[in-house]
């Protein structure tokens, strides 16, 4: 099996804590897997009363839309899957529809399997 990749990527909000490199190291470390963290901020954003961050996404790429990416990767299906795993346990699952998008197919199958554990995304 060839390595696998899982992008996973949570819009403003809905991860249910934030979402820490420091953390994911430690996560990565202890399922033999590498997590990296990229924020993305999307210029067309803006705040509305209460915080709330909504964005104009109509005609941008799902690349180009202020999110939190993180990306998994892991050599055995086994440091894959239980680093995956950890990861839905502490955040909660990706937004769906683009929340795997950039995955490898084989990491895509996999992810959405311990999604769907949850009762789905």
Known sequence: MSELIAKMRW??????????????????RKHGAVLALEEVE????????????VEETHGIPVEAATQSIVTVE?????????CVREVIDTYRGPV??????GSTPEAEVIASELLDQNDGW
């Not at 819009?11 to 990565?28: C, K, N, Q, T, V």
């Not at 892991?74 to 239980?82: I, M, N």
């Not at 769906?96 to 998008?101: A, E, F, R, S, T």
Request: aromatic share 8%.
């Open 42 to 53: 999307n210029m067309d954003s803006r705040l509305l009363p209460g915080g709330i961050q």
């Open 11 to 28: 819009f403003p909000d809905d991860a249910l804590i934030p979402i820490r490199s420091d953390d994911l190291d430690r996560i990565g």
């Open 96 to 101: 769906p529809i683009w929340g795997l998008y």
């Open 74 to 82: 892991a050599k055995d299906e086994r440091s894959f899957r239980s």
